[in-house]
């Protein structure tokens, strides 16, 4: 009977995988040479290596180490300077000036003078309208000034003669009234013959329409051959005028009560009269030229809670044109002594407010609690918890805990990017007052004990 098969544990540890490795041995019993274990006791040896690296302690727990073993940060200096207050709204671009062509005569349409999409001039004939009833019209009412102003010597001579006879009671005082309002007649009979003419030109005119402004024509809505009628509903085209152009933005009750309040309180000075915009376009591209603030609204809309702006643009090569969506950058005023920290070195605590880490003179981290009131581009413009000279962690905050001692680094950020440009040198601890008093009589102190 075969006896069971069993299974025997081992109180043999474990080895660690950072534990040395022995080196490989002669195994002459197998068979082969020494030189034929050479080679994979070579790849052991180098197995063995690759575990001890990663098992360094010096690389657990920690960023890059610096000098004397310490983590390494990036740090940028802040100091208090002043800052551009800008605010960006949204908006669409309006054109400038705008007017639908409609008739002011009815007739046909004989022909259309412009070309469609153009650049037309106040002034320019636009379509002409069949002229021949209005020319017409004009040339009898020149008929019937004519006639008019026939009758007004006739009537004249026949007073002046009255005048004459009735001195000498020739002619009853009946007639002489008679000659009189018959002058007066003729006379208003040659004015009514004036406006009549006068109408008729401006009738005849009018089949010539004309462009009543200046700027880019759109499509025609009718072609020669169509009947119009005065003043009808349907516009035969409509030009706008692109340059200038405008820009209608937006903006909230809110944010206009903290700019003001600000003001007030003298944190933010308004740059002037003449304030600047620019714009952003919907590809995120800078438009070239700059704008002029052309007024706000002075009063607030009870649905959306905001209030409207409006700037103008030069626009010489048309590259706005109405309708496009766009990004107003407002230049509301300066703040003074401000800090600009970047955005990659603020992060939120547990209770949610804005935090940074400082590395301190004696190089140890230090965790501030921010106030922040607005975003500058890639930067915040920090109110509290920034002093002058503090090297704020923009780079490896992830490997150090405050309190811990760290080598800074002096970084360069892009504020177009936010990321990290260039690297400098070891960043330099800022020197208190008291140290930089006791280097002072140091330097002193040597030139005389020199002379001793």
């Known amino acids: 009977m075969t006896a069971p098969f069993r299974f025997t544990a081992s109180a043999r540890p474990l080895a660690s995988p950072c534990a040395p490795v022995p080196a490989p041995r002669d195994r002459p019993g197998n068979g082969r040479s020494r030189s034929a274990w050479r080679r994979p006791g070579l790849l052991a040896s180098l197995l063995a290596a690759a575990l001890l690296a990663g ?13 004397n073993g310490r983590p390494e940060v990036g740090v940028v200096t802040v100091h208090p300077q002043s800052v551009a207050i800008t605010a960006e709204m949204p908006g669409r671009t309006t054109a400038s000036l705008v007017a639908d062509v409609r008739p002011q ?3 046909i349409i004989t022909s259309r003078l412009f070309e469609e999409g153009s650049e037309v001039k106040a002034g320019d004939a636009l379509y002409q309208i069949d002229p021949a009833s209005y020319q017409a019209s004009h040339d009898s009412a020149a008929a019937s000034l004519a006639k008019a102003q026939a009758a007004v010597p006739s009537a004249q001579a026949k007073v002046e003669r009255y005048q004459g006879l009735i001195k000498q009671n020739a002619v009853s005082k009946q007639d002489y009234d008679d000659a009189v309002a018959s002058l007066d007649q003729a006379r208003a009979d040659v004015a009514s013959a004036k406006a009549s003419l006068d109408t008729a030109t401006i009738n005849l005119a009018y089949t010539r329409i004309t462009a009543p402004i200046g700027g880019r024509i759109d499509k025609s809505s009718l072609t020669p051959g169509a009947l119009v009628t005065a003043s009808q509903d349907t516009a035969l085209t409509t030009i706008r005028t692109l340059d200038p152009i405008n820009v209608d933005v937006t903006q909230s009750s809110t944010n206009l009560l903290n700019l003001r309040q600000a003001i007030r309180e003298g944190r933010i000075k308004v740059a002037g009269e003449g304030v600047k915009v620019r714009l952003k376009l919907d590809n995120g591209t800078l438009y070239p030229l700059p704008g002029t603030l052309e007024f706000s609204s002075s009063y607030v809309d009870q649905t959306t809670g905001t209030y409207g702006v409006r700037a103008q643009f030069p626009n010489p090569d048309r590259l706005l044109l109405p309708g496009m969506y766009v990004r107003a950058i407002i230049e509301e005023g300066v703040s003074p002594d401000s800090f600009l920290v970047p955005q990659r070195g603020v992060t939120r605590n547990t209770k949610g407010e804005p935090v ?32 002058d000279g503090d090297r704020v962690v923009v780079e490896g905050s992830q490997f150090v805990r405050p309190g811990q001692d760290v080598t800074a680094v002096d970084v360069v950020v892009d504020d177009t990017t936010g990321e990290v440009r260039e690297r400098g040198q070891q960043s330099a601890a800022p020197a208190a007052p008291g140290a930089a008093q006791a280097s002072a009589q140091a330097g002193a102190a040597a030139p005389a004990a020199a002379q001793n």
């Open 55 to 67: 098992c360094n302690p010096s690389q657990q727990g920690g960023g890059p180490p610096g000098a």
């Open 105 to 107: 005569v009815g007739g």
């Open 356 to 387: 940074a880490l400082v590395v301190n003179a004696d190089s140890k981290v230090e965790q501030r609690v921010l106030t922040v009131s607005r975003s500058v581009g890639n930067n915040w413009l920090v109110d509290t918890g920034i002093h």
